[in-house]
């Protein structure tokens, strides 16, 4: 058997075990060794309002292992988008797919990661290995550009809870970094810490001058993001509201979002129009597929979606209860969709297929 690898690292911590030829994963993960099912308990006990399948609808898992988290969100009517590099944890993205989880290789380093700005209604990491408060606070003010106004960050880890002084000083400095970005600290229990972001630009603009990190120039576009090297700066929030103020699921799925409206496209009819011709297009197309080529009996689980449009294929898939996820690209070439992308309570990422 291939890649036993993590089995022997991780079983400690429960991520993965051998049955006989296959593989198991019993849901553990380094910081949630008795299961994500209970951690993810106690994350809604600690803010009832994050309201998994409901107000959080894609989340973000940030050094994701094999995955467990998120495949356990999907029970919950949530779809994460599980990230983590190629490194000493070989093969757990490819894990991660198999199990049909939704993940992809990204690392967080010098570069904008390939999601639009307000992608994400939570941004989890648990022990996932990254020094937040280090390299001009870049990494942590990614997280921020790519969270969505209101929405959380989960953090599990070390200084969250233990007591040795290197790792006190270093909650310290992640507290101070995370009120200067104008975050509230919600809850603390445990090894978890829970924070908010902001709504909109008030306490940015209300914060002492000299304090850093300072905002980013607001004609800087936060939605591209094709080789854009990361910055020392806070991503501003749309002053119209914009992102803030998607539906609750699965409303938002057929909801036209705000974000429709500042979409570079060629539009010669109203966006709205566009965006609910397109969706009775695929979900026109989909219905005949079911019939005419059973595509309910196919098992289809991972779906990439090359040139995505405003999402209405992944849209159309589950109005018609095909059990699968869809990876939506949106090309680099075209306009950039994301936005509207994740608005509908879908994930996605940019590419140029060229490369
Ligand atoms: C100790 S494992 C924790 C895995 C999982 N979060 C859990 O709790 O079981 C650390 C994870 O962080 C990932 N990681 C390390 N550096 C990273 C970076 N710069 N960007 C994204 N992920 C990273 C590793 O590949 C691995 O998936």
Redesign the pocket.
């Known amino acids: 058997m291939p890649h036993t690898r993590l089995v022997e690292d991780k079983g400690g911590?429960n991520?993965i075990s051998i049955k006989k030829d296959k593989f198991i994963f019993p849901g553990?993960?380094?910081?949630?060794i008795h299961g994500a099912d209970q951690y993810l308990n106690q994350i809604s006990q600690m803010v009832p309002e994050i309201s998994f399948g409901h107000r959080v609808r894609v989340a973000l898992?940030?050094?994701?292992?094999v995955a467990?988290?998120g495949a356990f969100l999907l029970q919950r009517n949530v779809t994460t988008l599980s990230?983590?590099?190629k490194?000493v944890?070989e093969n757990?993205i490819e894990f991660a797919l198999e199990r049909g989880v939704p993940a992809m290789v990204?690392?967080?380093?010098t570069h904008r990661l390939l999601y639009p700005s307000q992608a994400f209604d939570l941004i989890h990491?648990?022990?996932?290995?990254?020094n937040w408060t280090r390299d001009d606070e870049i990494l942590l003010l990614e997280v921020n550009r790519m969270l969505r106004a209101g929405g959380y960050f989960v953090w599990?880890a070390q200084p969250v809870y233990k007591h040795e002084e290197i790792l006190q000083e270093q909650w310290k400095e992640m507290e101070d970094l995370t009120a200067r970005i104008c975050w509230e600290l919600v809850k603390k229990e445990g090894y978890i810490a829970i924070w908010r972001k902001p709504l909109n630009n008030s306490c940015y603009l209300n914060r002492d001058t000299g304090v850093l990190p300072l905002l980013c120039n607001s004609n800087d576009n936060s939605d591209n993001v094709w080789y854009v090297d990361l910055r020392a700066c806070i991503t501003q929030l749309p002053v119209n509201g914009y992102g803030s103020n998607v539906s609750t699921w699965p409303a938002r799925l057929h909801d036209p979002p705000d974000r429709l409206q500042s979409i570079e496209m060629n539009a010669y009819i109203s966006r709205k129009e566009i965006f609910r011709a397109e969706s009775k297009y695929w979900n026109e197309i989909i219905d005949s597929y079911v019939r005419a080529f059973h595509w309910k009996d196919l098992k289809l689980r991972n779906v990439m979606d090359m040139r995505a449009g405003l999402g209405g294929f992944a849209a159309a898939l589950h109005d018609l209860q095909i059990d699968c996820w869809v990876m939506n690209v949106v090309p680099v070439s075209g306009f950039n969709t994301l936005p509207v992308i994740y608005d509908r309570g879908l994930i996605g990422v940019m590419h140029d297929w060229y490369r």
């Open positions: 911590q991520w553990g993960g380094t910081q949630f898992d940030i050094g994701c292992g467990s988290f990230i983590a590099p490194d944890h757990q990204a690392v967080f380093a990491c648990s022990r996932c290995r990254i599990a």
